[in-house]
């Protein structure tokens, strides 16, 4: 008797489903905390940590109007952190919304934002260093 791969009438061809596991090995760990982060959101919209994250990650695959999204939300939920205010600075400063930016940044400041070294160089507010606003905001604080 043959063995089992060696018969016609047995298909190895055949698609077999993928099960959750496999799809998660596939996938990018970014694109694996998209999704699963995405998930916690929907059942705690106001969990503020993974919302951080998941801002994060949005901006880093580019989808800028859904972290600006995820970066509103947080500063309602913490508007009282700086860290929140920044990067709402930087998302809007990513989309070209310079006014709203400069206004997100300045209350970061306010807040007590001290990174100012990161400030200088994040590739995020590149647009906002060209403004002279930036370099009176840099003064001021």
């Known amino acids: 008797m043959s063995a089992a791969h060696d018969r016609p009438d047995e298909s190895f ?3 077999i489903p993928e099960t959750s596991k496999r799809r998660t090995r596939e ?3 970014l694109e694996f905390e998209l999704d699963f982060l ?3 959101l929907e059942r705690d919209p106001l969990y503020g940590d993974a919302l951080k994250v998941h801002a994060d990650n949005l901006a880093a695959k580019g989808y800028y109007n859904r972290a600006l999204q995820a970066d509103l ?3 309602r939920i913490r508007p009282d952190r700086p860290i929140p205010w920044y990067n709402l600075a930087c998302s809007y400063a990513l989309l070209g ?3 709203r930016a400069f206004e997100a940044l300045e209350r970061a400041l306010r807040l ?3 990174h100012i070294p990161h400030l200088r160089r994040d590739p995020d507010l ?3 260093r060209r403004d002279p606003r930036f370099a009176r905001l840099l003064r001021r604080y």
């Open 73 to 75: 939300q947080l500063v």
């Open 13 to 15: 061809e055949a698609p």
């Open 27 to 29: 996938q990018s760990q």
């Open 97 to 99: 919304m310079t006014d």
């Open 38 to 40: 995405g998930r916690v």
């Open 126 to 128: 590149k647009s906002l």
């Open 112 to 114: 007590g934002y001290g």
